[in-house]
Antibody, heavy 123, light 110 residues
Framework: QVQLQQSGPGLVKPSQTLSLTCAIS??????????WNWIRQSPSRGLEWLGR?????????NYAVSMKSRMTINPDTSKNQFSLQLNSVTPEDTALYYC?????????????WGQGTMVTVSS | QSALTQPASVSGSPGQSITISCTGT?????????VSWYQQHPGKAPKLMIS???DRPSGASDRFSGSKSGNTASLTISGLQAEDEADYYC??????????FGGGTKLAVL
């Protein structure tokens, strides 16, 4: 079955870059059906969709307006994974970060989630 | 993009039915049949329960159903069980090509 395995540091200093990776098994990052998303959760903001990448003859990217200037999602076909980079982090970026598959099984929803990575922004 | 509006909490007794609402705008809930619902138990990742407003993916209990009227979507859970006690979130695709979530509803099974 499809699984997503997240990795990355749990502590990042303010103004630095948050980097997380989501390894895919049972599906392909180059799928013509699925999208690959980053979502975060915090007590103050609840669940917040951050952005996605997907392949439909070429790679496409969508980002939440609030994140567009600081965020990059990169697919890595050689390792069948995708990553999140969030620049210039502040304590407000402290959250539980999830990767999730969208569009799987043709569903307009996030049907597979990673285990989550708690990221704390603190000096 | 503002979060979708959900009640903070709902409660019900075992065997009863409850409904959770999710209100958005014509730019999200009302404009697309791309509303989904997620169940989240403490310390766990969200689990998809309903997609595309009414579709129940394999693995989701048939006691869960979804509907939509105008800018408001609803999740109904029938025959409440203790294991249904969790947080529930709605989500919708938006006209900006992004996704938005609701603030979440805590379900208590009394």
């Amino acid at each position: 079955q499809v699984q997503l395995q997240q990795s990355g540091p749990g502590l990042v200093k303010p103004s630095q870059t948050l980097s997380l990776t989501c390894a895919i098994s049972g599906d392909s990052v180059s799928s013509n059906i699925a999208t690959w998303n980053w979502i975060r959760q915090s007590p103050s903001r609840g669940l917040e969709w951050l952005g996605r990448t997907y392949y439909r003859s070429k790679w496409s990217y969508n980002y939440a307006v609030s994140m567009k200037s600081r965020m990059t999602i990169n697919p890595d076909t050689s390792k069948n994974q995708f990553s999140l980079q969030l620049n210039s982090v502040t304590p407000e970026d402290t959250a539980l970060y999830y990767c999730a598959r969208g569009g799987g099984r043709g569903l307009a929803a996030f049907d597979i989630w990673g285990q989550g990575t708690m990221v704390t922004v603190s000096s | 993009q503002s979060a979708l509006t959900q009640p903070a909490s709902v409660s019900g007794s075992p065997g009863q039915s409850i409904t959770i609402s999710c209100t958005g705008t014509s730019s999200d809930v009302g404009g697309y049949n791309y509303v989904s619902w997620y169940q989240q138990h403490p310390g766990k990742a969200p689990k998809l329960m309903i997609s595309d407003v009414t579709d129940r993916p394999s693995g989701a209990s048939d006691r869960f159903s979804g509907s939509k009227s105008g800018n408001t979507a609803s999740l109904t859970i029938s025959g409440l069980q203790a294991e249904d006690e969790a947080d529930y979130y709605c989500s919708s695709y938006t006209s900006s090509g992004t996704w938005v979530f609701g603030g979440g509803t805590k379900l208590a099974v009394l």
